[in-house]
């Protein structure tokens, strides 16, 4: 039962297909009478036109459709285009977010820095000290520039 139900289909398909590509043709016969037909008038006519498309591949004002394969190749072009603009603007935020958190990160510092608090680092051997009032100064100002140059 599926076999002839599938098979109805496909002709039903056909007949549908064949009329799209056909050509259709229209003439004035020797009585003067309009004639329209699939085929072509036989014998002198006048007033002779054709109605319809060459084939499916020409378009209605002659140039050539691109094929299916151009068009499918056309189509995967502009998906990897999307998804590399795609991926482009997801890097793009998430760098605009990582320095937004560095900029945040250096007013910290800076306030922590200009609140006179006394402040420890470590050496390179890892031994903590307080820094002094040049030592500060001099991280405040390189806090300051960054902030003014990053943090825009």
């Not at 549908?16 to 043709?25: E, G, K, N």
């Amino acid at each position: 039962m599926k076999h002839t139900a599938s098979a109805a289909l496909l002709a039903i398909s056909l007949c549908i297909a064949l009329p799209v590509t056909a050509q259709v043709y229209q003439w004035k016969d020797e009585n003067g009478k309009t004639v329209i037909s699939d085929k072509p008038p036989v014998g002198q006519v006048r007033d002779q036109k054709k109605i319809g498309n060459a084939s499916p591949s020409t378009s209605t004002n002659g140039q050539k459709q691109p094929s299916l394969t151009d068009r499918e190749m056309d189509f995967r072009k502009r998906q990897k285009d999307a998804q590399e603009s795609a991926e482009k603007k997801r890097k793009e935020d998430a760098s605009a977010g990582e320095m937004q958190e560095n900029c945040k990160n250096a007013r910290n510092q800076l306030t922590s820095l200009e609140s006179g608090d006394r402040i420890s680092m470590h050496d390179d051997k890892g031994e903590r000290y307080y820094m002094n009032d040049a030592q500060r100064e001099q991280e405040i100002a390189k806090v300051r520039k960054f902030v003014e140059t990053s943090c825009k």
